[in-house]
């Protein structure tokens, strides 16, 4: 039975499942089928990036309802809407209880900090703004956080030692055991630095820690010019979490995260790309990102709904031929 409220600000009328009491496996949440009541085992699990309803300037807490009502089993908030809430009396702990309540994980977050790059004192107060970050997701329960080459990607910057990389890497990841969030190594395909998958992983492996771990898009791959092949030398363990979207036939040189387009919609080699993930048996989350005006101007629960039902498509899709 559907569960009916309006959404907090605005009045938008949201339906949820309600959570029913089930025993959960060691990863936190039950099988997809089990909660739909089917016995049809899904490859992945699918969680919402807000980036993809960012332009409609909603609050987090309409953002979770959404996120919910469309059927995702997560959400990947940004930093800044965490702050936000914080700043306008919110609690995120509290926020947090209602995410699982509505049978939500909060499997990543997006924040920007200059974690990688030369200059000390630059990296150091990014180290900070980096734990600040990390604080802020472990109230809501959040698991993992994005670390792209922030500082260090624009065309000017100086080329950065993949070594030393992994050295900085790894004080990330010693912040990250003492809050109990996660930080992924991003792979930006406009970056100077980290722009390539094999760079991802070299510093991933040689951080030296047990959490290393990627956090991979289908297009940044195309934009940074990798092979899908580069994920053969992963483990679904080295594997945080994977963003999907789609694209049109855009040169690499020419393509802008604006261009992004709901799976299936585009021209990116989805099915290799599902299959492969499962061949090395990642079997977890793939969470949409969007950046498109045109969805912006839409209804954001029919953004939603949309971007998960294609999303759904491409990968039956994948494994039915």
Not at 27 to 42: D, M, V, Y
Request: proline share 6%.
């Amino acid at each position: 039975m559907l569960r009916r409220h309006l959404s907090p600000g605005t009045g938008v009328l949201i339906e949820t499942v309600p959570t029913v009491e089930r025993e959960v496996p060691e990863e936190g949440l039950a099988p997809l089928p089990e909660l739909l009541g089917t016995g049809e085992p899904e490859a992945f699990r699918y969680c919402l990036n807000t980036s993809t309803l960012r332009g409609h300037g909603l609050p987090l807490g309409e953002l979770v309802d959404i996120t919910a009502a469309a059927g995702f089993e997560g959400i990947e908030p940004w930093i800044d809407e965490l702050e936000k809430y914080s700043a306008e009396g919110g609690d995120l702990s509290e926020l947090g209880d209602r995410i699982r309540d509505l049978g939500l994980s909060v499997e990543g977050g997006i924040g920007f900090f200059e974690w990688v790059v030369d200059d000390e004192a630059l990296r150091a107060e990014g180290l900070r703004k980096a734990r600040h970050a990390m604080e802020l997701l472990a109230r809501l329960g959040g698991k993992r956080i994005a670390a792209p080459a922030f500082g260090a990607h624009t065309a000017d910057a100086p080329a950065i030692d993949l070594l030393a990389a992994a050295d900085r890497y790894r004080a990330l990841l010693d912040i990250g055991d003492r809050t109990g969030v996660v930080p992924m190594v991003e792979v930006w395909g406009f970056s100077k630095n980290i722009r390539r998958m094999g760079e991802g992983l070299l510093i991933a492996a040689e951080s030296d820690h047990p959490s290393a771990c990627l956090l991979a898009d289908i297009y940044h791959i195309y934009k940074g010019g990798s092979s899908l092949l580069a994920l053969r030398h992963l483990s679904a363990e080295a594997i945080g979490l994977f963003h999907i979207n789609d694209y049109p036939n855009i040169p690499p040189a020419d393509i802008t995260d604006a261009d992004r387009v709901y799976p299936g919609d585009g021209i990116a080699p989805l099915t290799p790309l599902f299959r492969c993930l499962s061949d090395i048996g990642y079997d977890r989350f793939l969470s949409l990102e969007l950046f498109n005006k045109d969805y912006y101007r839409e209804d954001p629960l029919t953004v939603a709904r949309t971007g998960l039902e294609k999303l759904r498509a491409a990968v039956d899709k994948a494994f039915s031929l």
